[in-house]
């Protein structure tokens, strides 16, 4: 014999699962479609459109990721503010070498002045 629940219980135990459907694009979850799923503050069960993940800009010669330019989508990039992009950081050469470069200069000229 099965141990009795009580109502609550039993209320919780046999109630559906609440299904949710796609409000944009298609209904396949693919890498371009992707969500998660929230709860309103009205209790619902909702999806939330979430934005891919961005790959922060490397060096082209040693491959190591560059400080100061932010992980963003070339089409957001080019509506940032100049000091947003880093944009002035890099004129010609490798990118991780002038950044190496420009830190040795300044710690250089740090040791100077203390």
Same mark, same amino acid.
């Given at each position: 014999?099965?141990?009795?629940?009580?109502?609550?219980?039993?209320?919780?135990?046999?109630? %559906?699962?609440?299904?949710?459907? &796609?409000?944009?694009?298609?209904? &396949? +979850?693919? =890498?371009? +479609?992707?969500?998660?799923? #929230?709860?309103?503050? *009205? *209790?619902?069960?909702t999806? !939330?459109?979430t934005e =891919?993940?961005?790959?922060?800009?490397?060096?082209?010669?040693?491959?190591?990721?560059?400080?100061? #330019?932010?992980?963003?989508?070339? =089409?957001? %990039?080019?509506?940032?503010?100049?000091?947003?992009? *880093?944009?002035? #950081? &890099?004129? +010609?050469?490798s990118?991780?070498?002038?950044?190496?470069?420009?830190?040795l200069?300044? !710690?250089? !000229?740090?040791?100077?002045?203390?």
């Open positions: 014999c099965a141990p009795l629940r009580s109502a609550a219980a039993a209320q919780e135990y046999t109630k %559906m699962v609440q299904r949710l459907t &796609y409000k944009r694009r298609h209904s &396949y +979850n693919t =890498k371009s +479609n992707g969500v998660k799923i #929230i709860k309103t503050p *009205g *209790g619902k069960l999806f !939330q459109y =891919k993940k961005r790959q922060i800009p490397k060096c082209g010669d040693c491959g190591n990721k560059l400080i100061g #330019i932010p992980a963003v989508a070339p =089409k957001v %990039m080019r509506t940032l503010k100049k000091r947003r992009s *880093g944009a002035g #950081i &890099y004129k +010609n050469g990118a991780s070498h002038l950044q190496k470069e420009a830190f200069q300044h !710690q250089e !000229q740090w040791r100077k002045d203390h």
